[in-house]
């Protein structure tokens, strides 16, 4: 055996990587990829933003299914000199193919070096390099979230939408079993009409987002600021919105942005609705006064359903907080007849409508089965998950529809889309204080 096999073969186990859900993705076997046109073609992928993200979930991903589907990093792009050194070095240290190291986008779409792009940058950027790599042909796997303004998201979506490019946003819960498994149930009309929803993304992280060494070490001639500010005012160098982004608006929306895309996600797949029909927020930062702009703690109310029958529809409160941990994360979609409960993957009859508050009103008791989401193992949710199955099954998907381009991703560009709308929906209103809706017509946000 080589050595490379060998040292990747262990860095994939240190990784700790998963293929369990996998078959979700396209369910392709290796030996169908000889009849589908270009299966044998090296498909070379560049590396946008060599983010821990990238690093400790995108490229493991990638990496579990490359030699069985004949993909290979080829290059990255970062601003920032010391990601792209780390980059090659990280390479090296597992005796992977040495990559080269491209100072911007520009560069990197000149070379004419790559097929396909992996997106982990800043959030405000993530729409703006999709549109930049499909322009430059390129396939796109992209982070959520998809975009933190209109302008962004809408200039992203149809820049992808024409392209006929492939895309793939990084909201992974479309490649789980149990969300999948979950979606089938509320879809075959068992679960009754949801009628509530209950989310939470609960940490206590002094720390989450915050870079104290690297903001006290990097210098301002070592990247490039004004490529990081892309369309956001110009202002002076900031290492803080460099590299604690997250915690400052414009460059991030933070618990929205970065938790809530993902839950709110799971409303619009399971409910097939595209987005609210109106949003009320409100937070602030109470805990940790460090600076930053964006909340420690937040909730918002909104309310679902069709737009042309206001008799109709659901509430979702979504809540976080970032200085106590206790719920942790929570999806709970209720029906009349009982809970979907997508911490322990359990549905169930819970405050479901009992025989005795029935029989009062002459009608028949409603209640669920005691039932498994397809006996689907609890799935982490926490944000530093690393490689779990899901973020390997939903790479595993894009991958499979890079090669057969007639399948569609488990989240194409929309998704990214929708829940961004979702997303600056709550922006909007936690900023403003009002009351928030969306006029579908001309795809903008309206302040009541």
């Given at each position: 055996?080589?050595k490379?096999?060998?040292?990747?073969?262990?860095?994939?186990?240190?990784?700790?990587?998963?293929?369990?859900?996998?078959?979700?993705?396209?369910?392709?076997?290796?030996?169908?990829?000889?009849?589908?046109?270009?299966?044998?073609?090296?498909?070379?992928?560049?590396?946008?933003?060599?983010?821990?993200?990238?690093?400790?979930?995108?490229?493991?991903?990638?990496?579990?299914?490359?030699?069985?589907?004949?993909?290979?990093?080829?290059?990255?792009?970062?601003?920032?000199?010391?990601?792209?050194?780390?980059?090659?070095?990280?390479?090296?240290?597992?005796?992977?193919?040495?990559?080269?190291?491209?100072?911007?986008?520009?560069?990197?779409?000149?070379?004419?070096?790559v097929?396909?792009?992996?997106?982990?940058?800043?959030?405000?950027?993530?729409?703006?390099?999709?549109?930049e790599?499909?322009?430059?042909?390129?396939?796109v796997?992209?982070?959520?979230?998809?975009?933190?303004?209109?302008?962004?998201?809408?200039?992203?979506?149809?820049?992808?939408?024409?392209?006929?490019?492939?895309?793939?946003?990084?909201?992974?819960?479309?490649?789980?079993?149990?969300?999948?498994?979950?979606?089938?149930?509320?879809?075959?009309?068992?679960?009754?009409?949801?009628?509530?929803?209950?989310?939470?993304?609960?940490?206590?992280?002094?720390?989450?987002?915050?870079?104290?060494?690297?903001?006290?070490?990097?210098?301002k001639?070592?990247?490039?600021?004004?490529?990081?500010?892309?369309?956001?005012?110009?202002?002076?160098?900031?290492?803080?919105?460099?590299l604690?982004?997250?915690?400052?608006?414009?460059?991030?929306?933070?618990?929205p942005?970065?938790?809530?895309?993902?839950?709110?996600?799971?409303?619009?797949?399971?409910?097939?609705?595209?987005?609210?029909?109106?949003?009320?927020?409100?937070?602030?930062?109470?805990?940790?006064?460090?600076?930053?702009?964006?909340?420690?703690?937040?909730?918002?109310?909104?309310?679902?359903?069709?737009?042309?029958?206001?008799?109709?529809?659901?509430?979702?409160?979504?809540?976080?907080?970032?200085?106590?941990?206790?719920?942790?994360?929570?999806?709970?979609y209720?029906?009349?007849?009982?809970?979907?409960?997508?911490?322990?993957?359990?549905?169930?009859?819970?405050?479901?409508?009992?025989?005795?508050?029935?029989?009062?009103?002459?009608?028949?008791?409603?209640?669920?089965?005691?039932?498994?989401?397809?006996?689907?193992?609890?799935?982490?949710?926490?944000?530093?998950?690393?490689?779990?199955n899901?973020?390997?099954?939903?790479?595993?998907?894009?991958?499979?529809?890079?090669?057969?381009?007639?399948?569609?991703?488990?989240?194409?560009?929309?998704?990214?889309?929708?829940?961004?709308?979702?997303?600056?929906?709550?922006?909007?209103?936690?900023?403003?204080?009002?009351?928030?809706?969306?006029d579908?017509?001309?795809?903008?946000?309206?302040?009541?």
């Amino acid at each position: 055996m080589k050595k490379t096999d060998t040292t990747r073969r262990k860095f994939l186990k240190n990784a700790a990587l998963g293929t369990a859900g996998a078959g979700l993705a396209t369910a392709f076997s290796a030996k169908s990829y000889a009849n589908i046109i270009g299966a044998n073609d090296r498909v070379n992928v560049g590396i946008v933003g060599f983010s821990n993200r990238a690093k400790g979930s995108l490229i493991p991903a990638f990496l579990n299914h490359s030699n069985e589907l004949n993909f290979r990093f080829v290059g990255v792009s970062d601003i920032w000199n010391r990601r792209r050194d780390e980059c090659q070095a990280f390479f090296s240290e597992y005796d992977l193919e040495k990559i080269k190291a491209y100072r911007n986008n520009e560069e990197l779409y000149d070379s004419k070096t790559v097929d396909a792009v992996i997106i982990s940058t800043a959030d405000f950027q993530h729409a703006l390099h999709a549109k930049e790599a499909v322009e430059a042909g390129c396939d796109v796997y992209c982070e959520k979230p998809f975009g933190e303004s209109m302008e962004d998201i809408k200039a992203g979506l149809d820049a992808c939408e024409s392209s006929g490019k492939v895309v793939q946003i990084g909201s992974q819960r479309r490649s789980g079993a149990n969300y999948h498994a979950a979606s089938d149930f509320i879809k075959s009309g068992k679960f009754g009409d949801i009628t509530m929803v209950e989310m939470t993304w609960n940490v206590n992280q002094p720390g989450r987002w915050r870079r104290p060494d690297l903001v006290a070490n990097i210098r301002k001639e070592d990247t490039d600021w004004d490529r990081f500010l892309m369309n956001r005012p110009k202002e002076a160098w900031d290492p803080r919105k460099y590299l604690e982004y997250r915690l400052f608006w414009p460059y991030s929306s933070g618990i929205p942005g970065q938790w809530m895309s993902h839950q709110i996600d799971t409303v619009h797949w399971f409910s097939g609705l595209d987005h609210p029909r109106s949003v009320s927020a409100n937070g602030g930062v109470y805990m940790w006064n460090d600076g930053r702009k964006n909340a420690d703690t937040m909730t918002a109310v909104f309310e679902y359903g069709p737009d042309d029958d206001l008799s109709k529809g659901f509430q979702v409160v979504y809540s976080s907080r970032m200085h106590n941990s206790a719920g942790g994360v929570k999806e709970i979609y209720f029906s009349n007849a009982g809970t979907l409960n997508l911490d322990n993957n359990t549905i169930s009859p819970e405050g479901g409508l009992t025989e005795r508050h029935a029989s009062a009103m002459g009608m028949e008791p409603n209640l669920l089965p005691e039932m498994n989401l397809a006996d689907a193992a609890k799935v982490e949710t926490s944000a530093n998950t690393g490689v779990d199955n899901m973020t390997s099954a939903h790479m595993r998907n894009w991958m499979e529809c890079v090669r057969d381009r007639n399948v569609k991703t488990n989240a194409p560009v929309r998704v990214g889309y929708n829940h961004s709308v979702a997303n600056i929906m709550t922006t909007t209103a936690l900023h403003t204080g009002k009351r928030v809706t969306f006029d579908d017509k001309s795809q903008m946000i309206v302040q009541s």
